[in-house]
Structure formats: structure tokens, C-alpha cells
């Protein structure tokens, strides 16, 4: 149930939204979180504005994740010509052992079936990682298929501990990363991103 809010169910939308099961993205905690709620928010397509609505459930709601959404359930939705670069990309996840999935415009439209993807939409996927030399031949296939030019590639590159990195700052060889948490952004130098946790057991 969302909290009451002004003028937020009058907006498009926004009332019917868990009557048709549609999903939101729930937020990780971050510092200074009001400890009774689980934040989440919904964005609404561009036809709508691009609107972000923040909220929060009670602490008591039942919070079910959905399954990733693979890029090769997705592909049917997205415009004619991203095809050859999404038939590559799926030939690219093959050849490097992980399936390539997809989050921002493409889920979203997925999801709800409503328009979210335009003409300045971005391609973002998400590849879980297991080691860096598998990670050097992702980055550097995507890096061929962003060339083209065709749509522009973004997303990130799950690390084996669930921490995130955008795959374009890996290319960029930069000794120091900013990594996505659970816990929120932290700064990792490239040489501890597959590194294994320490044991302080």
C-alpha cells in the first residue's frame, strides 16, 4: 500500500498501477533511512512526462522480487534497428559463457507494456561476471558493438560479491572504480574487483 501522498494518485497512472501488477524498483537502504518504511519508486514512460515518484511501503509489506528479465525475452520489443546489434550481443553473451540481461527502457516496457522506449533510449544490461579475463572479452565485445553506432550500449558488469560496475568505466582503465553496493557507492581499485572477500573468521 503506498503512503498518502498529495496529488499522487491523480497523476497517470499511478492508481491503477497495482491493480494491473506492475512492478517498482525497491530501493537499497542508504544512511539516514527512516527505519519504518521499504523506499521504492515508479517511473512513469516519457509520455507521461519521464516522471520518478519516490515512496515508501510500510515495513510490514510483502516485498516479492520479480526474475530477471533476459535480453533474448526482451529482444521482440525493441525497435527494428537494434536488432543486429542485440543478435550480436546474445552471440557475444554465448561466446563469454554469461546471459546478458536487461534493465532501464527495454524491462520497464517489458513489464508493463507500456511505451517507454524512444528514439534516445539507451540499451542497459546487466552481465554477472565471475572473473576479470572474462570481463577483459566482454568489454572489449562491447565496446566493437557500440561503434556501430546502431544504439548506445550502457549497464553494468555484476561482480561475483553482487557489487556493480558500469562496464564503460572498466574500458576506461582507470586504476580506481566506483563500485555499486548493497550498501550504497564505494571507490575500489581495478586490482580488488575479483579479489575474494577476507575472511575474519
Known amino acids: 500500500m503506498l503512503r498518502r501522498h498529495p496529488g499522487l494518485t491523480d497523476l497517470p497512472l499511478v492508481a491503477d498501477w497495482a491493480l494491473c501488477k506492475w512492478p ?10 527512516v527505519a519504518d ?3 521504492a519508486a515508479l517511473p512513469l514512460p516519457p509520455i507521461h512526462g519521464k516522471r520518478r515518484l519516490a515512496f515508501s511501503f510500510s515495513s510490514g509489506a510483502a516485498v516479492v522480487a520479480s526474475p530477471p528479465v533476459l535480453l533474448r525475452d526482451a529482444a521482440h520489443l525493441a ?6 546489434v542485440i543478435a550480436a550481443l546474445l552471440d557475444l553473451g554465448e561466446a563469454v559463457g554469461v546471459t546478458p540481461r536487461v534493465f532501464g527502457a527495454l524491462l520497464w516496457e517489458r513489464a508493463t507494456g507500456l511505451p517507454y522506449l524512444t528514439a534516445q533510449s539507451d540499451l542497459d544490461l546487466l552481465w554477472s561476471i565471475s572473473d576479470e579475463r572474462i570481463a577483459a572479452s566482454l568489454v572489449e565485445g562491447l565496446l566493437r558493438l557500440d561503434a556501430r553506432g546502431t544504439v548506445r550500449l550502457d549497464g553494468e558488469l555484476e561482480l561475483p560479491d553482487g557489487a556493480a560496475v558500469n562496464w564503460r568505466e572498466l574500458a576506461n ?3 580506481e572504480l566506483l563500485v555499486k553496493t548493497m550498501d ?3 571507490v575500489r581499485t581495478r586490482a580488488a574487483l575479483f579479489c575474494p572477500p577476507v575472511s575474519l573468521s
Open 79 to 84: 525497435p527494428p534497428e537494434w536488432q543486429s
Open 184 to 186: 550504497g557507492v564505494e
Open 24 to 33: 517498482v524498483i525497491v530501493r537499497r537502504r542508504m544512511a539516514g533511512d
Open 37 to 39: 518504511g521499504v523506499p
Open 173 to 175: 582503465q582507470g586504476r
